[in-house]
């Protein structure tokens, strides 16, 4: 069964950096697309950055210039570098991933931007 175990969030002043990963565990034959969205207190989920098989990346407006996603030594992990971090970015982060015709989510982790 295939598994997204995220680490890393938790409580940064704003001006500050995070960085989370995510890591796809189980039995895969192939991922086509991982990435992360966040949902804030009473705020729908959403899109805030994903990177294809290929490299292919796309971020939300909101995020263009401060987060950089990118893959990481093996296929099946994915980091979120997180800069400029601002107190609109407090959410719960989701890892998501298209793995062999499926959805995955992760547990979410939360980060906190103070002001």
């Known amino acids: 069964q295939v598994q997204l175990v995220e680490s890393g969030g938790g409580l940064v002043q704003a001006g500050g950096s995070l960085r989370l990963s995510c890591a796809a565990t189980?039995?895969?034959?192939?991922?086509?697309?991982m990435g992360w969205f966040r949902q804030a207190p009473g705020k729908q989920r959403e899109l805030v950055a994903q990177?294809?098989?290929?490299?292919?990346?796309d971020y939300a407006d909101s995020v263009k210039g401060r987060f950089t996603i990118s893959r990481g030594n093996t296929r099946d992990i994915v980091n979120l570098q997180m800069n400029s971090l601002e107190p609109d970015d407090t959410a719960v982060y989701y890892c998501?991933?298209?793995?062999?015709?499926?959805?995955?989510w992760g547990q979410g982790t939360q980060v906190t931007v103070s002001s």
């Open positions: 990177i294809a098989a290929g490299g292919d990346t």
């Open positions: 998501n991933a298209y793995i062999d015709r499926q959805h995955y």
């Open positions: 189980g039995s895969i034959f192939s991922i086509n697309v």
